[in-house]
């Protein structure tokens, strides 16, 4: 612990008469602080809490008796989105026609709009559903900023589904003639 010195300073005297008392030395033993401090570590280490995980809030549909129905939607409410390579966004409402004549070049600039007009020309809301097919030239980045949109544009109804073999080709058709031009 702490310790004084009580030994002698020099007894030296200034001026005639004057006693001038010893001089102690002080010593502090910091030891017990140390183990002070690392208590107080553990103690603040063990309560307080983890940071918590974050995690995107998805809806889940509602379980029905036929399963063939679970994933029906009506097809004036829903729209694909398709993810090619370098940024390039395409999108088709419905059902793709069989001469791809609804097919239609975007980007992540643009797609906002797109999918706000559609949301609004929905006559129910719970009817708007958004098909999000990522290609596989599309980066990850790319799937994360469509999946931000959806947050954004308040899309509770939104599916990440594999690409068909049809749909993949127009993608890498249009992404030639993007990279062409």
């Not at 129905?69 to 793709?96: C, H, M, P, R, W």
Request: charged fraction near 25%; hydrophobic fraction near 35%.
């Amino acid at each position: 612990m702490a310790e004084m010195d009580t030994s002698s300073g020099g007894g030296h005297k200034k001026g005639p008469g004057v006693k001038k008392g010893k001089k102690l030395s002080t010593r502090v033993d910091l030891t017990p602080m140390v183990d002070l401090g690392f208590l107080l570590i553990t103690f603040f280490i063990f309560t307080t809490t983890m940071s918590q995980a974050t995690a995107m809030r998805l809806i889940l549909p509602q379980d029905t008796d036929k399963p063939e129905e679970q994933n029906k939607a009506k097809q004036s409410g829903v729209i694909t989105i398709l993810l090619g390579k370098d940024n390039n966004v395409f999108y088709y409402e419905g059902e793709l026609a069989p001469n791809a004549s609804n097919w239609t070049s975007s980007n992540f600039k643009d797609i906002r709009d797109v999918l706000i007009r559609k949301k609004n020309s929905v006559a129910d809301v719970k009817d708007f559903v958004v098909i999000i097919k990522p290609s596989d030239q599309c980066t990850y980045k790319n799937v994360v900023d469509i999946l931000d949109e959806m947050t954004i544009n308040v899309c509770k109804k939104y599916a990440l589904v594999d690409i068909s073999p049809v749909e993949a080709q127009l993608v890498e058709k249009s992404d030639n003639q993007t990279a062409s031009n």
